[in-house]
Structures are given as C-alpha cells and as structure tokens.
C-alpha cells in the first residue's frame, strides 16, 4: 500500500482501499447496516440511506433502535472485522510476527448532539462495544462496578447517546497498555464529529480523575489537533496519547468502528478496576481458528511504571474581582504590566469570569463552558483564529462571539469597561439591579 500519512508515531492516516483484500469493506459495512435498518424499520428507511447516505441514520431510527443494530451487524462482521484488523497490523504497521487482536469490537452511532440530548435516558452509550458470543457469559462474572467511577455526573443528566469522550488515554479505562487503535470511519467523519489529539502531550505524565477516568480539571490542555476523516479512511493511533471525541456537533450521524491490536501480549493497569481481558491471536485469525484467550487481569498486569511526577502546566493567570451586587458590577485591577497572556480570569465568587484579548479587542465570558460547566482556562487557546477550545470535548468558542459550531453552546458574555489597569465587568443588567 502507498506510505500512509503519519505524525511522530502517534498516529497515521491509511484508507481502507488500499488494504489487500479489504478494498472494499467499507460498502460491506454500509450495506449490512442499510440492510438491518430495513429488516427494522422497512423499505422506505433504507432507501433514506442509500439515497442520502448513513449520515441521515438518525432520521430513520431512534437511539433505542441502536443496541440491536449494533448487535446484528456485529454478529455478522465480527469475522471479516477481526479479519481486517489484522491485515492493519500486518500491512499498515508492519508487524510480521504473531500479535494480539482485541475481541472488543465497536461499532460508534453517535447521533447529532441537538437530537442525542433529547433522546431516551435508558439508550445506551455510543462507545459500548461486543465482545463474542462465547466469552459473553465469562465477561459478565468478570465485571467489576467500582464505586468511585461515576460517568454520569460528569455528563451531566444527558442521555448516554449524548454522551463524548473527555480527554484520557486507554489504559485508564482498562484497556492494554501498548496498544494501538484503529478508528475507521464508516461515513464521513468531519473535524467537529471527530477524534482529537493531544500528540504534544505524547510523553506526559498526565493525572486521571478516578470519578470519570479522564483527565483530571486543572490540567491546562493545548489546541487540540482535529482528526476528520473521509468514509473508509481509518486512523491508527497510540491509544496512551492524550484523546478524545469532538461533540458531535454537525447535523449529521457519526459512524465509525473501533478495533484495537498489540505487537505484544496484553498488560494491564492495576491502578484501573477492570481491564478489558478477551483476545485473539492474530494467527489464529489469519488460519480461521474462532479461538478467544481469556487474559485475567490479576495474572497480567504491566511492571510498575516508575510514575513520573506530573508537570502541571503554568495555568491561566487569576486575579480577584470585587462583586458589587448592588449594582451588578464586579470592579478588578490588571496586572500591573497588563496580562502578558492571551487570557486572564477574574475571581469574584459567585462569578468566575474569562477576560480575552481579541484580535477585535477584550471581552469577557463566563469561564464555565455551557455544555458540562467545566473550566474553560483548562482548553488550548488561538490568538491567531480567536478560538478557545473546551477541554472536554474539545469544541471550539469563536472569541468575539462566544459562538460554536452547535447553536445551543454559546459562551455567556459580558459588558466588560477598561480604563489603563482598572476594569469594570458588567454581571446582571441595570434593570435587574434593586434600585
Ligand atoms: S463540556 Fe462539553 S463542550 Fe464543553
Ligand atoms: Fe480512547
């Protein structure tokens, strides 16, 4: 295959038709899709499909239809799908010795976010993957519910279907420690329904937040790098860089599957509760042995890693802002010099507020991001687009709007005064102030 695209390691670029003899599987994927959605939900669905593409998917079935599309296709593919999988190892990463082939296989629905957040509670979780019917029974006694880790809170009361990865690396969640993913996109996949990365961070020491198995708040992030994809293009990447998933902001379905590989036998991470234990050889796929090896956590556990102190990076700098409530005013004093950053925060409980140099002037914006309230000094900033990105879910903020690519994420803005290194920020407006 020609030389696929790539960056430091950390990720590359290939396309499915030019991986012999998966040429065409992408089609195959489609057509098994397109031909469970019209067993589901008639003819004329399909025929949405197949006219105006899988994107529309969200036009023809619900969230809830999800779990059993996921479950028939699958059931069908998993051969061909592990089949591929390895084919990526040998041909795109060069691997020619026996390897390890995850038998967790994802097939990703993310529905639109405007229609996913208003969809049925108990749908389930677009990044919940099928393991093979034969150690299904096997992963179930294994399962660990582990007290401290709560998704939900983080998300916020959104329906599962709504949910996007926040910033982590694989072996946090129990996956290998070695690995690399393949994320293959089923349709087209633009940067704002896409994955991203953080390749700078690619040899950090990075904390984890044990609530949410994500990067811990307070770790300030830089722009992250969009990764959009055409259908069939998949991208290979080192699942212990820093990555996430972009909110799926467009209007359009995601469809994507995830398969993941190791060049050596799986280790795990003992500081995760679980791990995810059912693999194949890729020899014994290659020579059709349906053979699933049950690598125990307790008996796989990578060699300590000698954890390097984590380098918390400079944050945004704070100053304190004196909340006149009376008039709805909070009064501050710059730094004497000015902000020598692009961004300064303005304390003044209740209020946390982002100051922002512009290339069209200051303004001021509430600093907790409207999707899930987190801290936006944490998110990578452009001084040459004007753009602040969330650290969650790595959408971005147009600064002189406050605007995103989804129409009910705006940033709260305010009045914001300056005169020399006194401001004045304007928090509730004159007539809802007691005379
Ligand atoms: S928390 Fe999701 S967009 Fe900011
Ligand atoms: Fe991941």
């Not at 983080?154 to 690396?169: E, L």
Request: charged share 20%.
């Amino acid at each position: 295959m020609s030389a696929p695209s790539s960056t430091q390691g950390v990720w590359l670029k290939c396309h499915v038709r030019e991986l012999a003899p998966w040429a065409t599987m992408t089609e195959r994927v489609l057509s098994e899709i397109i031909s469970t959605v019209e067993q589901m939900k008639g003819a004329a669905a399909a025929q949405v499909l197949r006219q105006h593409g899988i994107e529309r998917l969200h036009e023809v079935i619900d969230t809830d239809d999800v779990t059993s599309l996921r479950n028939q296709v699958l059931e069908r593919l998993r051969q061909p799908l592990l089949a591929m999988a390895t084919a990526v190892g040998r041909q795109v990463l060069g691997w020619d010795g026996d390897f390890y082939v995850d038998d967790y296989l994802i097939l990703r629905i993310n529905f639109p976010y405007e229609v996913a957040r208003k969809t049925n509670p108990a749908s389930e979780n677009p990044g919940i993957g099928r393991l093979s019917a034969t150690v299904r029974e096997q992963f179930q006694a294994r399962k660990v519910i582990d007290p401290v880790y709560a998704p939900k809170d983080y998300h916020r009361g959104h329906p599962p279907a709504a949910w996007a990865h926040g910033p982590h690396i694989d072996s946090w969640a129990g996956h290998s420690r070695d690995g690399r993913n393949i994320w293959w996109a089923i349709g087209e996949v633009p940067a704002e329904a896409g994955m991203v990365l953080y390749p700078e961070l690619a040899n950090a020491s990075l904390p984890c937040e044990r609530r949410t198995l994500y990067l811990q708040a307070g770790y300030r992030l830089p722009v992250p790098t969009y990764l959009p994809l055409a259908a069939g293009e998949m991208l290979v990447f080192d699942p212990e860089v820093l990555h996430g998933t972009h909110l799926n902001t467009t209007d359009a379905t995601r469809v994507a599957i995830s398969m993941r590989l190791n060049a050596s036998r799986p280790t795990f991470d003992p500081a995760c509760f679980y791990s995810r234990e059912f693999w194949r050889r890729a020899a014994d796929i290659e020579q059709g042995h349906d053979e699933v090896l049950h690598l125990r956590r307790e008996d796989n556990f990578g060699a300590p890693v000698a954890a390097a102190p984590v380098q918390t990076p400079a944050a945004v700098p704070v100053i304190a802002g004196q909340l006149d409530q009376a008039n709805g005013v909070i009064h501050g004093q710059l730094p004497a010099a000015g902000p020598d950053t692009q961004r300064i925060i303005v304390d003044a409980a209740p209020y946390r507020i982002m100051l922002v140099r512009t290339s069209d002037g200051t303004r001021a914006y509430d600093a907790a991001c409207p999707h899930y309230g987190v801290d936006l000094a944490d998110g990578g900033c452009d001084s040459d687009s004007d753009k602040v990105y969330c650290p969650a879910c790595a959408i971005s903020f147009d600064l002189q709007t406050g605007k995103s690519s989804c129409p009910s994420l705006t940033l709260q803005p305010y009045d914001i005064r300056q005169d020399g290194a006194a401001i004045r920020i304007r928090v509730a407006p004159p007539e809802a102030v007691a005379p």
